[in-house]
C-alpha cells in the first residue's frame, strides 16, 4: 500500500471535518439513563460536571479521546478541543431517532407500527442499516406508552360516565343524557351483529 492508502490519524479526521461540516447544529437528547446528551458537528458529548450556568462536556468515546466542551446555557461557548478520531453523524442519528419515536409514543394515540413508519419515512438511507428492527422499534413504542386509567376508558370525553351497566354477559353503554334524548323520540332504529360476530363480542346498537 501507498502512503496514500493509509493516511495518518489527523489527516483522515481533517478530511473527515470538510465532509460533515454542515453537522454543526447543537442538539441535545437524552441518554438510556435519562441524563442529556450533546451532538455538535458529528460528535457525541455526555456530561463531566456542570458549575452554575456552566456545562462541562466529554467526548462519549472517552477511553480514546479526552475531548472536551462547554455550554452557557445550553450554548457553545468555544471551540472544543481536538478529536483523535473522526465524527459519526451517522451512528449519532439512531439515537435521536429513537428519542423522537418515544417523545411520539408518550403524547400520541397512534398505533405503534404508525409512529414508526412515520418517523422512520424521514430516515436517510445510510441511517436505516443503523436502526433497530421493526418490531423492536414497536417494543419501544409500547414501553413507552404511559398506563392507562380503566377508569377512563369509561368517561366520554366531556367527562360523562359512559358505562350505564355492566354484568358477566352484557355491557351497556351511554349516558344520561342521550338516554334523555332517546326517551323523547317516537320511533328509533336499532341494528345488530349477532350473525357475524361470536358470543360476547355483539354489538346491538340504537339509534334515534
Not at 5 to 13: C, H, M, S, T
Not at 84 to 95: A, K, Q, W
Not at 179 to 189: G, Q
Request: hydrophobic fraction near 30%; charge should be positive.
Amino acid at each position: 500500500n501507498s502512503p496514500t492508502d493509509n493516511p495518518p490519524v489527523g489527516q483522515l479526521v481533517n478530511w473527515t471535518k470538510s465532509r460533515h461540516a454542515e453537522v454543526s447544529i447543537t442538539e441535545f437528547i437524552k441518554t438510556e439513563r435519562g441524563g442529556r446528551k450533546l451532538l455538535y458537528k458529528g460528535y457525541a458529548y455526555i456530561i463531566d460536571r456542570t458549575r452554575k450556568e456552566k456545562t462541562y462536556w466529554r467526548c462519549t468515546n472517552r477511553k480514546l479521546c479526552s475531548a472536551r466542551q462547554t455550554t452557557i446555557d445550553d450554548e457553545i461557548s468555544k471551540t472544543p478541543s481536538e478529536h483523535v478520531h473522526p465524527p459519526t453523524p451517522i451512528e449519532n442519528h439512531p439515537v435521536k431517532v429513537m428519542e423522537e419515536i418515544k417523545l411520539r409514543a408518550g403524547r400520541a394515540e397512534q398505533l405503534p407500527s404508525s409512529i414508526v413508519e412515520t418517523v422512520a419515512s424521514d430516515i436517510p438511507l445510510s441511517v436505516a442499516g443503523c436502526l433497530l428492527k421493526m418490531g423492536s422499534l414497536k417494543r419501544a413504542v409500547r414501553r413507552r406508552r404511559p398506563v392507562i386509567n380503566k377508569d377512563e376508558l369509561y368517561k366520554t370525553p366531556r367527562g360523562d360516565n359512559l358505562l350505564l351497566y355492566r354484568n358477566d354477559e352484557v355491557s351497556i353503554f351511554g349516558t344520561v343524557k342521550n338516554l334523555e334524548m332517546l326517551s323523547k323520540k317516537s320511533e328509533c332504529f336499532c341494528d345488530g351483529t349477532f350473525n357475524c360476530a361470536p358470543l360476547g363480542k355483539q354489538l346491538y346498537p340504537i339509534h334515534a
